[in-house]
């Protein structure tokens, strides 16, 4: 009995999984169509890529509030990580791959790496901590990012990049280029996002997240939810698992980034 109930949720889960994939095709196809045939107003069509980034956002939230149960409000950050790396490496790659949708792909892989570097670093201190404290502590984490890009130069010559904490920008060589500019941030970034790369992100987060919910892991995830000290008994390891989610989570989003920084 109990063996036929556990195939029963697993059919019921997968039935889940399987709808929400088809409602997100659905959708796509709707729009596209609507899109193509003029049906929406330029500003509607306008709005299409930043709403796939949104719901990827979403989903890389999901993980880490709704699956870990961990209260993270530092994602605006992640995003940030990935929208200047994924900007800054599609700039570089302009001359060298003059193919956009290949660049796009490029860049928002970097910046999903990027994204899961600086989610590692601040799951560090920060994964120790729990409730209030965790969202006080994550809050603060997406302000230093903020102030960090709001005070970051990077430019590139024919001597290589150039990284810099300082205004001075006279150490670039002649026909040298000032990507990152501080509080400037970057300008001149050519559109290369499009609905159906969106999609494709959408369909890939929900992939991932599913995968991983649905594994081994993702009921790690749940049972530290549910009883953290209960996990601890049986020889879950906590930090691993929290920090999976919060790394995973954070890659998401800065892919998310560079999709909706790569639109305007």
Known sequence: MTMRRLINLK?????RIYLTYGIVILAYIICQTMSSTKFLSSSMRGMLVPICAYMVMAVSLNLVVGISGELSLGHAGFMSVGAFSGVATAILLQSL???APVRLAIA???????AA???????????R?????LAIVTLAFGEIIKSILNNFYMGVDSGGIHFSMLTDTTRLLKGGRLIIKG????SGIQKISTFPAGFILVMIALMIVFNLVNSRSGRAFMAIRDDRIAAESIGLDITKYKMMAFVTSAALAGAAGALFAMNY
């Open 129 to 133: 901590l729990k409730g209030d404290y």
């Open 108 to 114: 928002m892989i970097v910046a999903a790496i990027f």
């Open 11 to 15: 059919r019921v889960e997968a039935r």
């Open 183 to 186: 509080p400037m941030g970057i």
């Open 97 to 99: 791959i003059p193919f």
């Open 117 to 127: 570097f600086a989610g590692f670093l601040i799951g560090i201190p920060v994964l």
